[in-house]
């Protein structure tokens, strides 16, 4: 079975600060992993995905994620916190193996402090 | 391209009573999920339909919910009776297909539902 964990349910940084965001995952087979982001009130929107080749993902708004296999971990990052990037932040698995449906972690909260 | 639209986007019901959700997915897209999102936690899979059948509807409470995708297009979802711990967002995603991986898979903006 597939599974999320997201450590930390809130995190606080500085404007300016490095961000990062832990997920570990488990996937019987190989995983399909991906980091949404969710603004107050709004839906899900795709930060960035890892299916296959390159291990470091770059994604939208300065994001990247490096898949590291035998960590089983897909953590999120980005150098400098801008105000903009307060929001939820879920990491999430699909399975290939169960019509593509996502396993979602429970969820970072992201707060940026001027 | 247009999105996934979901309406309504807010629904405050009566314990007991019953609700309904409905969900337009990106043109051509085969695969449409309805999510289920209770404060606090990650959005959890209740259905998937490849088309107009269901795939998947393991972690559906279908004492109370249904979900139908009649002509392969839209969805509706409902719950009847309603239960407060239902209060949550429902999310509903599209695909182009299970054959395509996770190819163009978007997110609805989602229907928050109160039940008081």
């Known amino acids: 079975a597939q599974s999320v964990t997201q450590l930390g349910s809130h995190l606080s940084v500085s404007e300016g600060a490095l961000v990062l965001l832990r997920c570990n995952y488990s996937?019987?087979?190989?995983?399909?992993l991906f980091w949404y982001v969710q603004y107050p009130n709004q839906g899900l929107q795709l930060l960035l995905k890892?299916?296959?080749?390159?291990?470091l993902v770059k994604g939208i708004n300065g994001f990247e994620a490096e898949f590291k296999k035998s960590e089983t971990s897909f953590h999120l990052t980005k150098p400098s916190a801008h105000m903009s990037d307060a929001a939820e932040y879920f990491c999430a698995v699909s399975d290939a193996n169960a019509g593509n449906q996502f396993y979602f972690g429970t969820g970072t909260s992201l707060t940026v402090i001027p | 391209e247009a999105g996934v639209a979901q309406s309504p986007r807010y629904k405050i019901i009566e314990k007991r009573q019953s609700v309904a959700f409905w969900c337009n997915p990106i043109s051509g897209h085969a695969t449409l999920y309805w999510y289920q999102q209770i404060l606090g936690q990650g959005p959890k899979l209740l259905i998937q339909f490849q088309n107009n059948g269901v795939v998947d509807d393991s972690q559906l409470p279908k004492d109370r919910f249904s979900a139908e995708r009649l002509k392969g297009v839209d969805s509706t979802l409902k719950i009847q009776p309603a239960k407060l711990e239902d209060s949550a967002v429902y999310l509903c995603?599209?695909?182009?297909?299970?054959?395509?991986?996770?190819?163009?898979?978007?997110f609805g903006s989602g229907t928050r539902l109160t039940v008081v």
């Open positions: 890892y299916t296959t080749g390159a291990t």
């Open positions: 996937s019987s087979v190989p995983p399909y």
């Open positions: 995603a599209s695909s182009v297909g299970t054959g395509w991986g996770n190819y163009g898979y978007t």
